[in-house]
């Protein structure tokens, strides 16, 4: 089992950068797929990156294609998401997850954080 704790949201201006965070409790970090979603008020929770487990493979939406980047660090336990280039579009909470499966659908996943806010003004 493993706990997620995401960090990094906050408001930003359109064209601007945020870097979330996402802590894992536990030894068995590596050994999890990690993902990054979003939810938008009255949305649906969207796939927005996927990372495998030595992070090897990567997988994008094309809404964020070229503007943001997974990453994780085993060492740290921990997963990160660069947004550049942000639009106002991207305005939501968006959740990490692990997962023993690597996919872009969010029923490969097992376990989720509570959510961080980013908003992104006009």
């Known amino acids: 089992q493993v706990q997620l704790v995401e960090s990094g949201g906050g408001l930003v201006q359109a064209g601007g950068s945020l870097r979330l965070s996402c802590a894992g409790s536990g030894r068995t970090f590596s050994s999890y797929a990690m993902g990054w979603f979003r939810q938008a008020p009255g949305k649906e929770r969207e796939f927005v990156a996927a990372?495998?487990?030595?992070?090897?493979?990567?997988d994008y939406a094309d809404s964020v294609k070229g503007r943001f980047t997974i990453s994780r660090v085993n060492a740290k336990n921990t997963v990160y998401l660069q947004m550049n280039s942000l639009k106002p579009e991207d305005t939501a909470v968006y959740y990490c997850?692990?997962?023993?499966?690597?996919?872009?659908?969010?029923?490969?996943?097992?376990?989720w954080g509570q959510g961080t806010q980013v908003t992104v003004s006009s």
């Open positions: 997850g692990a997962g023993s499966l690597y996919g872009i659908q969010s029923s490969a996943y097992d376990y």
């Open positions: 990372i495998s487990r030595g992070g090897g493979m990567t």
